[in-house]
Every structure is written in C-alpha cells, then in structure tokens.
C-alpha cells in the first residue's frame, strides 16, 4: 500500500514512513493511493469478530510493512477491557424505541472518543521508534481531548516526547486538569494566548518548515496523522455490526465534528464499501462545515468570531482534516486541491466550489446540522428524562442534529465523544445534578499543575521545544 499527498506530491510513501512524518513535504496530507474494497463476504467474515481482531484486519489492508503478527501483537495489547472497560469495547445502546442509537466511544483512560485512536498510536510509535533505534518529538494542538489522550498514550513511552499546544483558558477545568496534572518528564503543555486555530496554526507551520522538523525529529498525533484517523475506522464497522443483523442493511451515523476527522474516518469507511447511507456532520455555533455543506463555501472564520462555546472540543473554525474530503470530492486533484487549500484560503480566507463540485457532494452521503447551547441544556435534559441515558454537550449536538435526521428502517448512529463528567457545568444547569465521575478521577482539578503559556508566536515555540528536546537547533 502507497500513500500520496491532497496536494500532489507525487512520491510514494509505505505507512511506516508517514505514521512518524504528519503533513506531506508540499503541506498536504497523506491518503492510500486507492481505498481497499471490502465486499459482503469479507464483512460476513468480520461480523462477529473482537473489536482487536476487526482492528487487525482492517488496519492489515492498509499497513503491510508491519509484519502480521507485530501488528496482530499491537490491536490485541491496545484493545483490550482493562482499557475500555466492556468486552465490546465501543457498545451500542438504543434510545428507547426510536432510531437513534449511541455508539459508546468515550470509556478509555481520558473519557473521550481520541482514546481509540491515540492508545494505538502509542503503541505503533514505540514499536517503529524501537525498530529505528530512533527518537520523535510530538508537537500537536488541541481544543481539549486530543491532548489528554495523546499524553496519556504516550506518558513513559521510550523514545516519545510530547509538546501539546492548547487555547489558554478555552478547555473546561476537567480538560485542563487532565492535561497539566501529568508531571511525566517526556510531556510538556502549551498554553497559547489564542484559540484552538491559532494553536493549529503553529503546528502546521512549524511542520512545514522541513529543516527544523527534520533536526528535531518532529511528528504529530493530531487527525493530520493518517495512522489516527485509520484506527478511527474501525469503530464505525463495529458499530454497524452491532446495529444490524445482515450486510443488506444500512445505517447512518452522525458525528459531533469540529475539526473534521472523526467524520472523515467514516467517509473511508464508506468508500471502502461499508453500507453507510448518510454521514450527517453536526456542528456547534462554529458552523463552518455546516455552512459548507449547504452552500458549497468554506469560509474560515478569525479568532474572533469563533464562539466560545459549552461543546468546546468543536469550537473550531478551521477543519485540518476536510482537505481529505475535498481531495476525493476533487476525483483527487491534487491541483486543484492545492489551489483551494493553500492559494485561496491563504489569500482570502474561504473557496467556493464551482456548481458541478457541489452537485457531486450528495454521492458521498454528506448531511449536516447545528446545535446551539440551548439545543444542548435541552437535548441532555430530554435524553435523561426520556431514556435514562446522561451524554455530554457535543454528544448532545450529535443527537439534537441527528433527531433531524431519521430515516425509517435506517439506524442512525450518534458517535459519543466524550463522557459528560468532562463538562459538569452544563451538565449541572440541564439536569440540576453532578455527573457521575471515575472514582480514579475525583478531586483531578485539585492536583498540582505543570504548564507554560505562550503568545501564539512560531518561534516562541519552536525555541521551547529544541531547549527541551537536546537536539540542536
């Protein structure tokens, strides 16, 4: 399997080789040069399988410098249930009789759906770096559940270093607490003056200087990694198999999405051949995407006009991982992708698709729909009293979305994001109660704090990262 960049590049790279680099040398990101078809007789076979093993096989046909059985190795010390704590490691519940159901994603270490993910990739780092008898320093940026989980994937692993970039005082106290509470050496917190895109920002300009990220053996944990979002398309297999009982059938899913990745790792899946029906992507106040997908204009929006909102990992108002989207919506372009991408965004801070690129969106099953803080009270409010279930305020933008949604005879599954201890506050003003918390997480805010803020200055952090990394500048 080959990897080629959204913007052109036209070197080929095996996975093992962007699993440590991020972006592409010409600032695009890294998709397979073709996406392996899966037919009714491979999910027959699927069907069934423990979440590791499903991993193992999906993740197989697209990694084939790992030998089978170091990868094997890898899905079954990952997904386990002392990590996730239930056998199916992402259970599906139904809502009462209605269509929607919840695909639980959020019961690893840091109570968010970046665990699926992120616990893999610190597991597939440490197992390259070893190979390598190599080193790599993490730089990523994160609204408030990346980070979390990365550090805690990557917390003592040999030849891992992690600089994680956050929007200071824009995460809620439990995120924050996660975070800054890790006294681990090999981790370091960022706290940018600024919001979630400005973070990014720097991420993505200190990746493209090659020189430096070269010297300071740099990588990234964020969605631009391929390696992340690929591990993310295992759940939305295992959620089909557990909402229907033949491949005939079809779902529908609905993502919380912010910065597009989670979603998009559905879109794989979808183009793989899973029976997905619609991809409907649900957006906070920070509606960039759902303007998108009504208009056929991706307008970024500055840090001032991005709302601060009570579902904060979504108040984002750049999405790094949509350009994959766009590159497959483009009949992969890479030119043209280049162009919307890096000139017009760049120059005028939007594009606009031409009629016939905006017609072609309905053939990848994109939906869309926005949630606002009352939406969110009142859907935590009405899925307690109604159904029993307590889900946080970006799963409740999914479901407040995806109610919009149903289609009769088509399950519509909503990705859970996170567990609602994460957001009490709102919690506490839509239900009058505390959520319910970990018994290993009570008292987490209290902790002592390690953490340095930081104007949104590139230079300021990458002297920060090469004064800890023992590398020369």
Known sequence: MQYLSTRGDPTPKRFCEILLEGLA???????????????????????GLSYADLAFEI????????????????TAKTYTKAVFGTDAIVPVRQLGGSGLFIEALSNGPTLAFKDMAMQLL???????????????NILGAT?????????????????????????????????????????????????????FDDAQDIVKAVSNDLVFKRAQKIGTVNSINWARLLAQVVYYFAGYFQATKSNAEQVSFTVPSGNFGNVCAGHVARMMGLPIK???????????????????????????????????SMDISKASNFERFVFDLLGRDGARTRELFSTQIERQGAFSLSADEFARIARFGFQSGRSTHADRVATIRSTWENHGSMIDTHTADGVKVAAERVEAGV?????????????????????????????????IEA??????????????????IAQHTGLAA
């Open 278 to 312: 619609h991809l409907v992507v649900a957006t906070n106040e920070n509606d960039v995407l759902d303007e998108f997908f009504r208009t056929g204009t991706y307008r970024v929006r500055k840090g001032a006009e991005t709302h601060e909102t009570s579902s904060p």
């Open 143 to 195: 609204s408030g559940d990346t980070g979390s989980a990365a550090e805690y994937a990557m917390r003592g692993k040999r030849g891992v270093r992690v600089f994680m970039l956050s929007p200071h005082g824009r995460m809620s106290p439990f995120q924050q607490a996660q975070m800054f509470s890790l006294q681990d050496e090999n981790i370091h917190n960022i706290a940018v003056e600024g919001v």
């Open 122 to 136: 610190g597991n597939l780092f440490e197992y390259e770096l070893g190979r390598r008898g190599e080193q790599l």
């Open 447 to 464: 902790l002592p704090k390690r953490f340095t803020v930081m104007p949104p200055d590139v230079a300021r952090v990458k002297t920060y």
């Open 59 to 74: 993740l197989s046909l697209y990694i084939d410098d790992i030998p089978a059985a170091d990868l094997k190795a890898l």
């Open 25 to 47: 040398p010409d600032g695009g990101l890294y998709l397979p040069a073709e996406y392996p078809k899966v037919d009714d007789e491979t999910l027959s076979k699927w069907r």
């Open 411 to 443: 399950p519509m599954i909503v990705l859970e994001t996170a567990l609602p201890a994460k957001f009490a506050e709102t919690i506490r003003e839509a239900l009058g109660r505390e959520p319910e918390r970990p018994a290993g997480l009570a008292g």
